[in-house]
């Protein structure tokens, strides 16, 4: 069963735009969301992250949006560029303190075009 | 600060052999820690976990067991491997109270 949905599958931008990618959840008790970035033969690396008290959260070029009320939160990476080629995953967690886990979209493939 | 090491980064293996991936952390004690497998494109799958040494909890039945012999190392294996255990193995560690996840560099297995 897949708990957390992320799309789209793929992304080609040119350098400069927008790239948005999509998560949706089902699972009302997630109170965490992550986003990670994995480069080519790399492990993932925590991106930035919210929690559902707030809607929005700016990291630099990097801002997650967040609708509680439709259980879906998404990545926006700002003037995008090639450096920003890479998989991210978005993730949900949930769980009492010492025993929370994550559960992991199936990611999405950034291509930034120069 | 903290690190994780996790070897070896690369392994082919004949189907069933055994198999033993190692990830140990240091700069922490107690963390939690993790085994993860990523199949070519797609997401990341939790296949153990581990709040202590000898704790150890299965999210997926398979092929492969996990142990944690001590509280810094965690050991995956296999005795038999599979052609569907070929994937991308990640051990992570987490701090007890806190759900940020730190990756490995990952092992890439390839059975044959």
């Known amino acids: 069963q897949q708990q957390v949905k992320q799309s789209p599958q793929s992304l080609i931008v040119q350098k400069g735009g927008i790239s948005i990618i999509n998560c949706a959840y089902e699972?009302?008790?997630?109170?965490?969301f992550p986003w990670y970035q994995q480069f080519p033969g790399k492990g993932p690396a925590l991106l930035i992250a919210i929690r559902p008290d707030v809607s929005e959260k700016k990291e630099g070029r990097f801002t997650i949006s967040f609708n509680k009320s439709a259980k879906q939160f998404s990545l926006h990476i700002m003037d995008s560029q090639p450096g920003d080629s890479a998989t991210y995953f978005c993730?949900?967690?949930?769980?009492?303190?010492?025993?929370?886990?994550?559960?992991f979209g199936s990611g999405t493939r950034l291509q930034v075009q120069p | 600060s903290q690190t994780i090491h996790q070897w070896p980064a690369t392994l082919v293996q004949p189907v069933g052999s055994p198999l033993s991936l190692e990830c140990t952390v240091e700069?922490?004690?107690?963390?939690?820690l993790y085994w993860y497998r990523q199949a070519a494109g797609r997401g990341l799958q939790l296949l153990f976990y581990?709040?202590?040494?000898?704790?150890i909890s299965s999210e997926v039945p398979q092929n492969l067991s996990a142990s944690r012999p001590q509280d810094r190392q965690f050991i995956l294996s296999s005795k038999k491997l599979l052609l569907s255990d070929s994937g991308f193995y990640l051990c992570a560690w987490s701090l007890r109270t806190n759900e940020k996840l730190f990756f490995g560099s990952g092992t890439q297995l390839s059975v044959l």
């Open positions: 699972n009302t008790a997630f109170d965490y």
């Open positions: 700069g922490t004690s107690n963390p939690n």
């Open positions: 581990s709040v202590g040494i000898g704790q």
């Open positions: 993730a949900a967690a949930s769980g009492d303190t010492g025993r929370r886990a994550l559960t």
